[in-house]
């Protein structure tokens, strides 16, 4: 029961019997073992004792108490675990180096190419089954359906402490059931912001797996997919999310309603929600959607900010917003 903090069968009993018998001469617990040899038993005192369950009192002859198993037993465990934890950590170094010299002996390990779209859920899938601390990804039109399969996977993730952000294309925030789907999301703990556009989809797993889809039907089914791994391509990948992601608007979350509420006294929490929302390419049905007012409530508030920023059209908003540090 003893074996994974270091004990083997002889000295466990030993530990035993010294439990239930403490104090004992070595020859009181020879005999209690029935004949293991005061040897064999003396190795095991040992062990004990070097380990920090046992300790031997001076005199003549010695004799041996246990420490409170309670004591003894947990500080050898918290030593075990972190042992194992240190072990763990080195476990990302020796696979990068692996990794790095299978690069170098087949560059086509770089890049898998996955075909079909069973087979690319599937590895999109397995990687996230394996993400240990954030995956990142980009996201558009077209969709086939709503898919609850990942976004099963992805409420997994977030119920395990795996991170998760998200840049999606505005018009995603254009499609009913997709805004639902992200509402959702976001109140499970997903970070999401928006952009007028996206550079493609992709999903990162742990900064060192990649995958982009590489076709797709005007439908939205990907019949091919890259899977990029560990190198300094996946790397360029997470970069451009990273850039992406500071030039991108909160959706759906206090992220968004309290971006920059401090610093531009002239502009009210409601208006600068807007003028983010306008700034990031939305349309107006999915903007009134996100703010729960009609589409007329809309088109007077963006009106009132046109006139507050002196301009003419979104455009020229956006500039004068820039140009005031308001964005």
Not at 52 to 61: D, I, K
Not at 156 to 177: D, H, N, Q, T
Request: proline share 5%.
């Amino acid at each position: 029961m003893l074996e994974s903090v270091g004990l083997d069968e002889p000295t466990e009993e030993t530990y035993r019997r010294l439990v239930a018998h403490s104090p004992a001469t070595l020859a009181e617990l020879a005999a209690l073992l029935g004949g293991i040899g005061e040897t064999r038993v003396r190795r095991s005192l040992e062990t004990l004792v070097a380990l920090g369950l046992a300790f031997a009192e001076a005199g003549r002859p010695g004799r041996y108490h246990a420490v409170d198993p309670r004591t003894g037993l947990a500080t050898l465990i918290h030593a075990k675990r972190l042992e194992l934890e240190r072990t763990a950590a080195s476990v990302e170094t020796y696979a990068a180096e692996y990794h790095e010299r299978m690069l170098r002996s087949d560059p086509l390990r770089l890049v898998e190419i996955v075909e079909g779209p069973a087979a690319i859920a599937a590895r999109v899938t397995e990687l996230l089954a394996g993400a240990k601390q954030e995956v990142l990804a980009f996201d558009a039109p077209p969709y086939v359906t709503p898919d609850a399969a990942a976004a099963r996977d992805e409420r997994e993730l977030l119920a395990r402490g795996v991170g998760v952000r998200a840049v999606y294309a505005s018009e995603v925030l254009a499609i009913p059931e997709r805004a639902e789907l992200l509402r959702g999301l976001v109140l499970a703990g997903e970070r999401s912001r928006v952009v007028p556009r996206v550079p493609l989809k992709m999903v990162v797993v742990d900064g060192r797996d990649a995958v982009i889809p590489l076709s797709a039907s005007s439908s939205g089914t990907r019949s091919l997919a890259a899977l990029v791994h560990r190198s300094r391509l996946c790397d360029a990948l997470v970069e451009l999310f990273e850039a992406s992601w500071l030039q991108a608007t909160p959706v759906f979350s206090a992220e968004a309603r309290d971006a920059h509420p401090d610093i531009h006294p002239d502009l009210t929490e409601a208006e600068l929600t807007l003028l983010h929302l306008l700034h990031a390419g939305l349309k107006d049905e999915a903007i009134a959607r996100q703010l729960g007012i009609s589409e007329r409530t809309l088109r007077r508030r963006i009106t009132d900010l046109l006139t507050r920023l002196g301009a003419t059209s979104r455009f020229q908003a956006g500039a004068q917003a820039i140009r005031r540090g308001w964005l």
